[in-house]
T-cell receptor, first 111, second 110 residues
Framework: SQTIHQWPATLVQPVGSPLSLECTVE??????LYWYRQAAGRGLQLLFY??????ISSEVPQNLSASRPQDRQFILSSKKLLLSDSGFYLC??????????FGQGTRLTVV | SQQGEEDPQALSIQEGENATMNCSYK?????LQWYRQNSGRGLVHLIL???NEREKHSGRLRVTLDTSKKSSSLLITASRAADTASYFC??????????WGAGTKLIIKP
């Protein structure tokens, strides 16, 4: 069966520090991969999506970047965090036209 | 971008009552999906309805889709305390993205 792992669950980082959030998928190949951010009590904002290794599409200009070094690995990064980067980050995968499967999320607090 | 819109934004009902949430969207779709999110957790898929379907059932869930009005509704019958969560609709358009609504926060009072 397919599973998705996202870590860490919570993270407190100082302003200006780097960020690396990792997401891995098991049990499937060539998934579409997504990074979302969710503000408290709000919907999902798509940050990046990827349809294949090295293929990254960005939805909003921001302080973040994403990479897909392997088929089932998706990494969200920042060189220097801003206070506004705080939020709940969700990784997800799916195939076109089917349901999406989400990781448990990472609560990032930039202080 | 957020093209789906759920209403109401929040809904509070007594346990045992039915809960109805609505979703509207703007562009043509291939399918529409509903998800549930418990506080501080990831989203869990509930049901997918294709554009050529009008109604779909799954346990206590009933989803309807009206493509002429570009709207969908999610009905939860005989609500339970465990149904307390936020509910989101998502549409799958012509590209790889899922377009999400802002969600309905459902509270079931014991």
């Amino acid at each position: 069966s397919q599973t998705i792992h996202q870590w860490p669950a919570t993270l407190v980082q100082p302003v200006g520090s780097p960020l690396s959030l990792e997401c891995t998928v098991e049990g499937t190949s060539n998934p579409n991969l997504y990074w979302y951010r969710q503000a408290a009590g709000r919907g999902l904002q798509l940050l990046f999506y990827s349809v294949g290794i090295g293929q990254i599409s960005s939805e909003v200009p921001q302080n973040l970047s994403a990479s897909r070094p392997q088929d089932r690995q998706f990494i969200l990064s920042s060189k220097k965090l801003l206070l506004s980067d705080s939020g709940f980050y969700l990784c997800a995968w799916n195939r076109v036209g089917t349901e999406a499967f989400f990781g448990q999320g990472t609560r990032l607090t930039v202080v | 971008s957020q093209q789906g819109e759920e209403d109401p934004q929040a809904l509070s009902i007594q346990e045992g009552e039915n809960a109805t949430m609505n979703c509207s969207y703007k562009t043509s779709i291939n399918n529409l999906q509903w998800y549930r999110q418990n506080s501080g957790r990831g989203l869990v898929h509930l049901i997918l309805i294709r554009s050529n379907e009008r109604e779909k059932h799954s346990g206590r869930l009933r989803v309807t889709l009206d493509t002429s009005k570009k709207s969908s509704s999610l009905l939860i019958t005989a609500s339970r305390a465990a149904d307390t969560a936020s509910y989101f609709c998502a549409t799958d358009g012509s590209n790889y993205q899922l377009i999400w609504g802002a969600g309905t926060k459902l509270i079931i009072k014991p």
